[in-house]
């Protein structure tokens, strides 16, 4: 079954120290996302890549960082630099515009997410 | 930069009655409007999508409507069953922004058996 993987489902960190989460998907998808979701602020875009080697900061890149080496994997790194990394990570991808069924819609699909704690 | 309002924040109805989220958005460029359900421990998954040059669209019992004027859409279900209980955001997407969606708070919504 094609889908995207991420690992851990859980994870705590203490504070100081850097996380990477993982994110691997078989769905021969161009574009990979990273969302933030926290209660009440819905999903906020931390980084995203529309092809391999190449990715741009989203809205809350702030004390992340993200590699995107090959077309499957796109992880994401917190860093003590992130004042409050605790929060419910979800990672998406989507067929590039013009060339899925909707024709652009950049239909997303999400992992079923990394819920990291800090300590 | 894009701003979404998603209201309510919470919605509890009776199996069987309907139920209406609505968002409004603050970019006139905007051109695509998702809809995304989120089952408890699991990611978002898109239910339904309209784009701006459509004002409605149906998928048997869910719907979606989109007022460009006004800059706000809505979805509604109807027929409610207890396995519509999740949480439901909305986005919206600015021109060729590819797949930079700017997503609502969501929206809690409970059928009641």
Known sequence: DGGITQSPKYLFRKEGQNVTLSCEQNLNHDAMYWYRQDPGQGLRLIYYSQIVNDFQKGDIAEGYSVSREKKESFPLTVTSAQKNPTAFYLCASSIEPGTGVYGGANVLTFGAGSRLTVL | ?113
């Open chain 2, 1 to 113: 930069g894009e701003n979404v309002e998603q209201h309510p924040s919470t919605l509890s109805v009776q199996e069987g009655d309907s139920a209406v989220i609505k968002c409004t958005y603050s970019d006139s460029a905007s051109n695509y409007f998702p809809w995304y359900k989120q089952e408890l421990g699991k990611g978002p998954q898109l239910i339904i999508d309209i784009r701006s040059n459509v004002g409605e669209k149906k998928d048997q019992r869910i719907a979606v409507t989109l007022n460009k004027t006004a800059k706000h859409f809505s979805l509604h279900i109807t027929e409610t069953q207890p396995e519509d209980s999740a949480v439901y955001f909305c986005a919206v997407r600015r021109g060729t922004s590819y797949g930079k969606l700017t997503f609502g708070q969501g929206t809690i919504l409970t059928v009641h058996p």
